[in-house]
């Protein structure tokens, strides 16, 4: 088993490091796991994390990934453990949708998904013709949902979905953490929202859409 936190950002963030935040997310997401995940010394128990981030407006198509090394400095002891608790998947999309090819096959998934200059028919052509998804009614009807919403991504547009209780990513990681676990206060500490707005979406006051 593994966590995974999924991070849309509109722009790469300028007041603040994004790669520090990355860490605190990962870092509060295996701290978090201690009496729920595993209890008292069991540390082999606990789980991987990823936390993956979405940055768009980038200057380039990027993909970084940020996990711990072991150097050895003095000797040779091989220290028991796991290095791979910690993952941090940094992607960077440019507004230019890339061609279809190897190398860039996510970037183009994700940018033709995320673009505000592409219609609906338009993406929905080249997730059916390019990547063999079959364009079935409800990935369709979140295509559309995505085209309708695609001011929200600039930061007027997600100040005004905050106010009408539509923050679509956000809904969603907190519903699948509360339905693994994470108590209301783990939730509010790993992503940085106020405890009653946690609240606020499992108890149904916010509008999800799927």
């Known amino acids: 088993q593994m966590i995974v936190n999924v991070e849309a950002q509109k722009d790469i963030p300028g007041e603040y490091n994004i790669l520090n935040r990355a860490i605190f997310y990962v870092s509060r997401l295996v701290s978090s796991q201690k009496e729920r995940d595993f209890v008292n010394m069991n540390y082999d128990d606990v789980k ?3 936390s993956i981030w979405i940055c768009m407006n980038a200057k380039q198509n990027s993909m970084n990934y940020v996990h711990l090394m072991n150097e050895s ?25 890339p061609e ?10 994700l940018g033709t998904l995320l673009s505000k200059r592409l219609t609906a028919d338009e993406k929905l052509n080249i997730i059916e013709t390019e990547y063999d998804i079959p364009v079935v009614d409800d990935i369709r009807r979140d295509v559309s949902v995505m085209c309708n919403l695609s001011q929200g991504i600039r930061e007027e547009g997600r100040e005004e ?10 809904t969603k990681i907190i519903m699948n953490m509360y339905n693994n676990g994470f108590t209301i206060q783990q939730i509010a500490d790993a992503t940085g929202m106020e405890v009653e707005a946690v609240k606020d979406i499992i108890e149904g006051r916010v509008l999800i859409l799927a």
């Open 48 to 50: 991987r994390v990823f």
């Open 73 to 97: 400095l003095i000797g040779s002891c091989d220290w028991d453990g796991k290095l791979d608790l910690l993952n941090i998947v940094l992607i960077g999309l440019s507004n230019e949708l």
């Open 100 to 109: 279809h090819d190897e190398q860039h096959e996510l970037h183009r998934l």
């Open 161 to 170: 979905g905050r106010e009408q209780g539509i923050i679509i990513g956000e």
